[in-house]
């Protein structure tokens, strides 16, 4: 079974001139629903990436303009829900933002809705 790839940024990545740590927050929030709702695991292969750019992953996936995360590539088989805007690019359907790739999930898996 094919599953959607869900791009997200490395914990702890360094930044800056004098290297500070940090997070992502939108990162972060997508590990908080996964933890909610650890089922839908099954659906997707997640890959962690680097804070520097290029981001080689994401970039062979949706192209070097598209390289922000987190975002979620669509398998070729998944068919988003009629009323979800979907981004295109290299042939394949993405999801960008945290708050998007949740409303995806609960329209397409029936998890609870943001509130």
Request: glycine fraction near 6%; proline fraction near 5%; charged fraction near 20%.
């Amino acid at each position: 079974m094919s599953r959607d790839t869900l791009f997200l940024l490395k914990s702890d990545f360094k930044d800056g001139a004098d290297q500070r740590c940090f997070y992502c927050p939108d990162c972060a929030m997508i590990e908080g629903v996964l933890s909610y709702f650890p089922a839908l695991r099954h659906h997707l292969d997640i890959q962690y990436v680097d804070f520097m750019r290029p981001r080689k992953a994401v970039v062979d996936a949706i192209g070097e303009q598209h390289q922000g995360c987190p975002v979620l590539v669509l398998n070729n088989h998944s068919i988003p829900p009629h009323d979800m805007v979907v981004a295109q690019s290299n042939g394949r359907m993405f999801i960008s933002g945290a708050k998007e790739i949740a409303r995806y999930w609960h329209l397409q898996y029936g998890v609870s809705a943001s509130h």
